[in-house]
């Protein structure tokens, strides 16, 4: 049963607490792209391209660095003090008024968040140690991600039929306040220090790019953020300039694309045992290209009448795809590494997927500002088609756990032979990650 991992108390906790941080982030994300097209109006797509723009590179910077420096800190009052600053930095929101203000408020505010995400992350798998508990976990967390998606708008529909937009930014507020106090109810694991002294901030990048599935899993990041980027940053203006909706409209089609990624994310689990995580997100970035080629092909073609069904068919396409190639990803951190450097190589998945979101989420903006919804869409759909080419090509089909090895250059007695049961010379074969024994991928298990 999928929600059975919800008896342990301290994940039950740790869930509830993503899930009600995620409704108040899914509500901001609503609220800023109607201030956006309420200070810019038709440029909004520019404005709210600019602003998660400036939020990932804040993503891309600081999140290593903030990772490695927070692995000196207990786990408890870091999280619950990040969730309070967001919370006080939440309560200025509904008072911006010009652009500028909305872009220095998403940058301080991403910077919490890109300290707190990735050590929320690692904890997860310090506290579900079975692998099948750890992936009905990462459903879960897919469907609190899609709450985002699909909750928030559609209580947001409800909401701005009698409160302003502005009015939005509170609950937010309350997002993360509860996500505080119920991250503080609960005891977590204590961290275990990694081997050196010193943080080594680009150490989980090095290991991350160093491992062919993970390497295959950053293609995939593209192809997400592709295809995710253009219904984040346009659906505002598509829906409100192309279908001439209004501000429920808004609310509801994005609601589309979070619960198809719901469904998705629901069905995984079942799926996971009979297909690999390889091919599983593979078809994911298909399904998302899909979606993409289907609204490119058809937008400028069908008449105003239909074109509420293409956006709601394509946005569903892609929502489902993108559940796909994200539930999986921390299925493959968890296998490679160990555990002492599980929390870089979160930071590092964080970081350079959201490289990608920075590189998608402009070039959405831009693309959302021509003349036809296709010519957006077009372009998206060929970087997927590129995503997957790179993916396929950088992630071997034979992805075994346990791979045969030698240590040449070890003494015989050297304590990792030892505990083997081998000599020095001789292969061995055990789990295999990325480390300071392992610094390279074995040159003949890519075949």
């Known amino acids: ?37 309420d200070l810019a109006g038709e440029r909004a797509s520019v404005v709210l391209g600019t602003a998660l723009g400036i939020k990932m590179v804040v993503y891309v910077l600081v999140s290593p660095l903030a990772t490695a420096y927070a692995a000196r800190w207990p786990r408890k009052p870091f999280l619950v003090s990040m ?13 911006v008024t010009a652009t500028w203000q909305i872009y220095v408020l998403v940058a301080v505010l991403q910077t919490c968040s890109a300290a707190f995400t990735p050590t929320f992350q690692a904890t997860i798998p310090d506290v579900l140690i079975d692998e099948a508990q750890y992936t009905r976990a990462l459903s879960l967390s897919r469907l609190a991600y899609d709450l985002e998606n699909l909750l928030s708008p559609l209580l947001a529909a409800l909401l701005l039929g009698i409160v302003s937009f502005r009015a939005l930014f509170g609950f937010t507020l309350l997002g993360f306040v509860s996500s505080a106090v119920l991250v503080w109810t609960i005891a977590l694991p204590q961290r275990l220090a990694p081997p050196s002294a010193r943080p080594r901030v680009l150490a989980g990048l090095r290991r991350y790019l160093a491992t062919p599935r993970l390497r295959g899993m950053l293609g995939l990041s593209l192809a997400e953020a592709a295809a995710g980027s253009l219904v984040i940053v346009n659906t505002v203006v598509y829906v409100r300039d192309w279908l001439g909706g209004n501000n429920r409209d808004v609310a509801l089609t994005t609601a589309v694309f979070g619960g198809f990624s719901m469904i998705a994310a629901l069905a995984l689990p079942r799926l996971l045992k009979r297909w690999p995580d390889r091919a599983v997100m593979l078809g994911g970035a298909m399904l998302a290209g899909l979606g993409l080629a289907l609204f490119a092909a058809l937008a400028s073609v069908v008449s105003p009448d239909q074109r509420q069904w293409l956006i709601a068919v ?35 998945q964080f970081s350079l997927s959201h490289a990608c979101w920075l590189l998608m989420y402009p070039l959405a903006g831009w693309l959302g500002t021509l003349p036809s919804p296709a010519w957006g869409a077009a372009p998206m759909a ?13 992630w071997p089909r034979s992805d075994p756990e346990t791979i045969a090895h030698r240590h040449d250059e070890l003494p015989p007695d050297h304590p990792h032979l030892m505990s083997a ?27």
């Open 1 to 37: 049963m999928l929600f059975e991992v919800l008896t342990d108390r301290v994940y039950r906790h740790l869930f509830a607490a993503q899930a009600t941080s995620l409704v108040g982030t899914g509500l901001m994300t609503v609220a800023l792209g109607l201030l956006a097209y």
């Open 83 to 95: 969730d309070l600053a967001r919370a006080a930095l939440a309560l200025c929101l509904p008072w």
């Open 314 to 348: 394509a946005w569903a396409l892609i929502g489902a795809g993108y559940a796909a190639i994200l539930t999986p990803g921390g299925r493959l951190l968890k296998r490679s590494a160990n555990a002492q450097d599980r929390p870089a190589l979160f930071a590092a």
């Open 382 to 394: 060929a970087v997927v088609v590129l995503a997957i080419s790179v993916s396929w090509l950088l």
């Open 421 to 447: 049961g081998n000599r020095a010379g001789s292969p061995h074969a055990h789990p295999y990650v990325i480390d300071d024994m392992h610094p390279r991928w074995p040159a003949g298990s890519r075949h």
